[in-house]
């Protein structure tokens, strides 16, 4: 059985240095590259609201990354790199069983959180929310190719491991999201009941891998 991948989601809000220069972000992606336990890191600038800029790390374990965020000397330096051309940065983790590069190396990456409303933050209504989004992605995995899709995979979020779920689908535009979903009548009703006891977030970003 595979270990569970371990992906790093950076929610970066960028300025005018990133937009003016892209390549700003070379700094921090070479920073990242040299450290013990970064295994794939990708990057890309968020389709819907265009100021996001989000890099995606898989570690070799959770315990890498923390390593690294405690480290007194290394990590200051990378956050120096990231304040030219930020005005804040937002980290969670997700957990999936299942390789997610498919998704994130088609054209462009869907990434969608569900995160439990007050009062339904239970374990029961999360396994019942991951079990819903299995169900969905796993409909959308079985589309054919013409449809857009590239195989996705879904996994709680590590630091509300009983209260939101992460999914990731690959994509050959954002507009084949829409085409795909009203061609599956099987999944709206689905949809529908998360969004009784879930708050639902979207994004498309075309994600570059740090060579």
């Known amino acids: 059985m595979a270990p569970p991948y371990v992906v790093e989601f950076a929610q970066i809000t960028v300025t005018d240095a990133y937009k ?13 590259k040299k450290v013990d336990g970064a295994k794939k890191i990708y990057h890309g600038l968020e389709v819907q609201d265009g100021t996001t800029w989000w890099l995606l790390i898989e570690w070799e374990t959770l315990e890498h990354h923390q390593t690294l965020m405690n480290d007194k000397v290394q990590y200051p330096i990378l956050g120096s790199y990231i304040q030219k051309f930020s005005t804040g940065v ?3 983790h997700a957990s999936f069983p299942e390789a997610p590069y498919t998704a994130f190396e088609a054209p462009y990456t869907e990434i969608v959180t569900w995160s ?3 009062g339904h933050k239970t374990k029961e209504e999360q396994a019942k929310v991951l079990e819903w989004a299995k169900t969905i992605v796993g409909n959308f995995n079985e ?3 013409e449809s857009g899709v590239s195989k996705g995979t879904v996994g709680p979020i590590i630091e509300e491991s009983e209260a939101a779920t992460a999914i990731t689908l690959g994509w050959t535009s954002p507009e084949a999201t829409g085409k795909a979903f009203n061609s599956l009548d099987v999944i709206k009703p689905i949809v529908g009941q998360v969004k009784e006891i ?7 970003v075309p994600l570059a891998v740090a060579k």
Request: zero cysteines; charged letters at 30%; aromatic letters at 6%.
């Open 198 to 204: 879930a708050e639902l977030k979207l994004i498309h």
């Open 20 to 32: 003016n220069d892209p390549s700003i972000v070379n700094e921090a992606l070479d920073f990242l």
């Open 90 to 92: 937002k980290l969670w």
């Open 143 to 145: 589309l054919p190719v």
């Open 116 to 118: 439990l409303k007050d």
